[in-house]
């Protein structure tokens, strides 16, 4: 089978791995210009955004955004009535395939963006996970970033689906934000 979309997934953790507060909300203590504008570049570059219901980039660019969104509120495959851009999806009616034909992308690169369940989705097909991490910051009964934290750290979950550490970029000098590639050797088929 040729692969023809590239997934790559990108979060922002806490130093204890967390992505949210105990309330499912992404707290102002992990934003930070220099990933957000990391962010935003590459959601501009990818042709397809996915996500769960209670995620989104909420960016300038958002609307023009192709999207899938996952939701248990349809059986398997829907138009999205609030946005024309977006397609939803419940994968326990139909595959990520047939949801990229859908949304009417099946090649170039799709950005998984959370949230966790989410991210656990996908954890055996990302090509690249993009684990950017503020070490400063801590979010005590939050919400983790990965299925498997707090009990592993997400660099043991990520190697332990086959990622691999590759470059780092500093993101943020000042608050010690960085992003890591973490990188599968052999590419995973991604239209399963
Ligand atoms: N720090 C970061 O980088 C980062 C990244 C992502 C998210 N966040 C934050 O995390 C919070 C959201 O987290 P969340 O846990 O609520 O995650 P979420 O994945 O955005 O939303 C969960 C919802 O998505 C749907 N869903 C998820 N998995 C599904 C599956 N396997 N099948 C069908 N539907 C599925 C369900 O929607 P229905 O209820 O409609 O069925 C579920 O209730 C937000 O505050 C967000 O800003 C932060």
Redesign the pocket.
Known sequence: MVRELAIEG????SADGM??DGN???PPE?KFDGDQRFFNDALDQADLVV??????EQQPNSPKRRRII????VAALAADPSNAMATL????GASFAAACARAGVTRGTAAV??????FG?FLDRFDTFWL?QAPHVHIPGG?P?LPGIPGRTAQAVLAAHGLRPAEVRVLDAGHEVTVMAWRRKTPAHALQ
């Open positions: 990108y979060v922002i953790l992505l949210a499912g909300v992404m992990l996500h769960g219901r209670n995620s989104g996952l939701t248990r509120d999806w419940n994968p326990a963006i959370g949230g966790p369940a989410v989705l950017s919400e970033g």
